[in-house]
């Protein structure tokens, strides 16, 4: 059984920082490509980054880029996303998902999910 459990959201002030985990079982992800989205309240799921399987090559949304930075640690298989430089409008809930190809940030193109974590950015 696939899973994957995100980990590291909570509550920060602007400005913060914050690195959120995917821990992912159950398959081997060889080939496949690790994102991250978010969700605010009344808005619909949107891109946020996304790795290469090797971890060679990222791809951001315009509106992360230089503030957050993905990673991945294949020999744990899990996925990181530190965040810094956090704005209100970041605040959402953050999935972590797998899918197959490179780079890719359709969401409809992502197999697996997390259950996402909660972010928010408040003073």
């Known amino acids: 059984q696939v899973q994957l459990v995100e980990s590291g959201g909570g509550l920060v002030q602007p400005g913060g920082s914050l690195r959120l985990s995917c821990a992912a079982s159950?398959?081997?992800?060889?080939?496949?490509?690790m994102g991250w989205f978010r969700q605010a309240p009344g808005k619909e799921r949107e891109f946020v980054a996304v790795?290469?399987?090797?971890?060679?090559?990222?791809y951001y949304a315009d509106s992360v880029k230089g503030r957050y930075t993905i990673s991945r640690d294949t020999t744990k298989n899990t996925m990181y996303l530190q965040m810094k430089g956090l704005k209100p409008e970041d605040t959402a809930v953050y999935y972590c998902?797998?899918?197959?190809?490179?780079?890719?940030?359709?969401?409809?193109?992502?197999?697996?999910w997390g259950q996402g974590t909660q972010v928010t950015v408040s003073s």
């Open positions: 159950g398959r081997t992800f060889s080939g496949y490509s």
């Open positions: 790795i290469s399987w090797s971890g060679g090559s990222t």
């Open positions: 998902a797998a899918g197959p190809g490179f780079l890719i940030i359709r969401l409809s193109t992502y197999h697996y």
